[in-house]
């Protein structure tokens, strides 16, 4: 794994004696893209803002690449950038003029880096076409663009799919994917759109109420969502034995519970259970489980709610 880039120890951030967030602990690591999952009002703005250093924790601490007084993170500030919220664009400029402004701006001298960036998010062909005639989507790209200036090696992204098209969804996600392989860059990422998550990241925080509720990687989520006959029986042992001897599968697990998951047939639900009441096998449950990411969310918050 890569070298943590951000290490976060109980931070915690009070607004008007409410805890909007309590005791975050995460761990960001080099080349990977974090996807921030929670509720509105859960917490997420709240972070990326700490972590941007728009805003400052009530308690704990956290380290930004192994640096962790006040003035080594102000220090460390200069390798990661953000979009939160609204990207700063004026509607008035090109692509080019917004860029070129916010360049000078922050003293970077690289003229030719305007063109290299623009190439990079797709809106090399913008010409001389102003911002405010551009579609969301080039404008999300655009609001990136400003924050790829400095070069970082770690981007904070709030909800940047957030009302696009479905080919502004595809060009964002593209365009993250790239960045992440190409420059070892760390992103984190909030979104409603845990469809596209799923499709975008490599791990993934669930936030709710404040609170770090699970931290995993797809790996992880794939394994937790992983889809597979349920099979319930008076004789687990009986059911695993044709299970291998017939149907010569030991893709399979005895659970606690007695009952048995199947990852192999699931496109031939018949077949299994035919197999298995003619070997003998009594079922006492017999159906086809496994999550989506936003069920297994839910499940976590405890309860269907809007995401």
């Known amino acids: 794994m890569g070298e943590i880039i951000l290490k976060t120890n109980d931070l915690t951030k009070v607004f008007n004696k409410h805890k909007v967030l309590q005791n975050v602990s ?29 805003s400052f924790p009530t308690e704990g601490s956290y380290e930004l690449f192994g640096k962790s007084t006040e003035r080594e993170i102000q220090a460390q500030r200069k390798r990661i950038a953000s979009m939160i919220e609204q990207p700063a664009i004026s509607p008035d400029m090109t692509a ?9 701006m922050r003293g970077i ?21 102003k911002a405010k005639h551009f579609s969301l989507g080039m404008k999300q790209r655009l609001g990136i663009a400003i924050a790829l200036l400095t070069n970082p090696e770690l981007l904070i992204l709030d909800e940047p799919v957030n009302g696009l098209d ?36 490599t791990d993934y925080i669930i936030i709710h109420k404040g609170q770090i509720i699970k931290q995993l990687t797809q790996q992880q ?23 291998e001897t017939v149907l010569a599968t ?39 489980q496994g999550d989506t990411l936003e069920n297994y969310f839910l499940t976590l918050i405890g309860g269907e709610r809007h995401v």
Do not use: W
């Not at 080019?96 to 000078?104: D, F, P, S, T």
């Not at 001298?109 to 076409?129: F, M, R, S, W, Y």
């Not at 893709?251 to 259970?273: H, R």
């Open 109 to 129: 001298p690289n003229e030719e880096l305007e063109d290299e960036i623009l190439q990079l998010v797709g809106l090399a062909h913008t010409n001389k076409k």
């Open 96 to 104: 080019k003029g917004n860029l070129k402004y916010h360049r000078l």
């Open 221 to 243: 989520l794939d394994d937790a969502c992983r889809h597979y006959i349920r099979i319930g029986c008076t004789a687990p042992e009986h059911c695993a034995s044709v299970l």
């Open 26 to 54: 995460i761990e960001l690591r080099e080349g990977r893209i974090y996807g921030l999952i929670g509720e509105n009002g859960a917490g997420k703005s709240t972070l990326m803002k700490i972590i941007s250093g728009i």
């Open 250 to 288: 030991q893709n399979f697990q005895v659970m606690p519970d007695q009952t048995i998951k199947l990852y192999d047939y699931l496109d031939n639900l018949g077949l299994v259970s035919t197999t298995l009441f003619k070997n003998g096998v009594v079922i006492t449950q017999f159906n086809l």
């Open 166 to 201: 479905p080919m502004g969804v595809v060009e964002i996600r593209q365009l993250l994917r790239r960045l992440c392989e190409e420059r070892q860059m760390t992103i984190l990422i909030s979104s409603h759109n845990l469809p596209e998550l799923y499709q975008t990241t």
